[in-house]
């Protein structure tokens, strides 16, 4: 599993929240939940609000990477998970690694700026 970076991790985040953090609308997330039957977050049985956990956004995150990035369609990415779920995992770490340092650089950059 990817190390968690956050300082204040939650245990559940809001459909909202989830799609802020991806970059997609509450919809798309919805309209995967019906497309990857390994993308199930919690619901709230009276409310049904969605609660999504760290794995499920780790899983969404496959998902863009997959869809969006590689533009791969529904069904093949669905098969491309099922059939290579270690590689899937394995490269998800790593694309989250590669995030997180794009994002230690811009801040890097942004401090330098502020010195010049």
Do not use: C
């Amino acid at each position: 599993m990817a190390l968690n970076t956050n300082k204040n991790p939650k245990l559940y985040y809001s459909i909202k929240e989830v799609a802020q953090m991806i970059g997609v609308n509450e919809s798309t997330l919805r309209y995967w939940e019906t497309e990857f039957p390994n993308l199930k977050p919690k619901t709230v049985a009276s409310t049904k609000v969605r609660q999504y956990t760290e794995k499920d956004i780790e899983d969404i995150r496959v998902i863009y990477n997959l869809i969006k990035v590689r533009g791969f369609k529904i069904a093949a990415a669905r098969k491309y998970m099922h059939e290579n779920r270690e590689l899937v995992d394995r490269s998800s770490e790593v694309l989250e690694t590669l995030i997180s340092v794009r994002e230690q650089l811009k801040d890097m950059k942004r401090r330098l700026d502020g010195l010049v």
